[in-house]
Structures are given as structure tokens and as C-alpha cells.
């Protein structure tokens, strides 16, 4: 099975950047696509970015130009670098692995951004 640790949430003022990680733990080798996901409150979750295991990225419109994902296989951890960041982007982010067993969360890392 695998495990997923989320870290470097924090606040930080409108206009900076952040860096999330999240890093697996069991059978990373049996780990494909890795994203992010945030949710605000009273908002569903939605998709921030996902890697594939070939570094082929996709983004959420409200993120493009802005965030940028990356994964470093060996360490099995993948990154969430944002820039520009803004009120809107308050929420809390997982992190999702889709495993030969399935996808696995982790259990979240909160971001604010204060105006």
C-alpha cells in the first residue's frame, strides 16, 4: 500500500509564493499520476494540477501561468510550487496518487492567503 504526507502549508499575503510537498511511503513503485486538489469552505474539490510519472503536467484554468507541479520519482515526492498567489486560492490542498490499487489521499495541508 501507499502513504501520502502533505507539507508546507502556511499564510502568506497575496502577491507571494508557497511551496507544497507531498511524499509517498510503501510501494511507491506502484505509483503513476500524482496531483493536487484543493478545497475552500463550502466549495467542492477541485483539480489544481496533476504530474504523470513521465512528467507530462496538467493545470486548472484558475492556475495556469501561475502554479507549477513536479515530481522527483527517485525521492517519490511531488511539488507544488505557487506564485502570484491570491485570496481565492485559500483552501486545503491534498495530495492524490492513483496506485495499482487505486487512488490514495493524503490528509490535507492548509494555505491561506490574506489580502
Known amino acids: 500500500q501507499v502513504q501520502l504526507v502533505e507539507s508546507g502549508g502556511g499564510l502568506v499575503q497575496a502577491g507571494g509564493s508557497l511551496r507544497v510537498s507531498c511524499t509517498a511511503s510503501?510501494?511507491?513503485?506502484?505509483?503513476?499520476?500524482m496531483s493536487w486538489y484543493r478545497q475552500a469552505p463550502g466549495k467542492q474539490r477541485e483539480l489544481v494540477a496533476a504530474?504523470?510519472?513521465?512528467?507530462?503536467?496538467t493545470y486548472g484554468d484558475s492556475v495556469k501561468g501561475r502554479f507549477t507541479i513536479s515530481r522527483d520519482n527517485p525521492k517519490a515526492t511531488v511539488y507544488l510550487q505557487m506564485n502570484t498567489l491570491k485570496p481565492e486560492d485559500t483552501a486545503v490542498y491534498y495530495c492524490?496518487?492513483?496506485?495499482?490499487?487505486?487512488?490514495?489521499w493524503g490528509q490535507g495541508t492548509q494555505v491561506t492567503v490574506s489580502s
Open positions: 510503501g510501494s511507491t513503485s506502484s505509483v503513476n499520476d
Open positions: 504530474v504523470s510519472r513521465s512528467g507530462s503536467t
Open positions: 492524490k496518487a492513483l496506485t495499482l490499487w487505486g487512488p490514495v
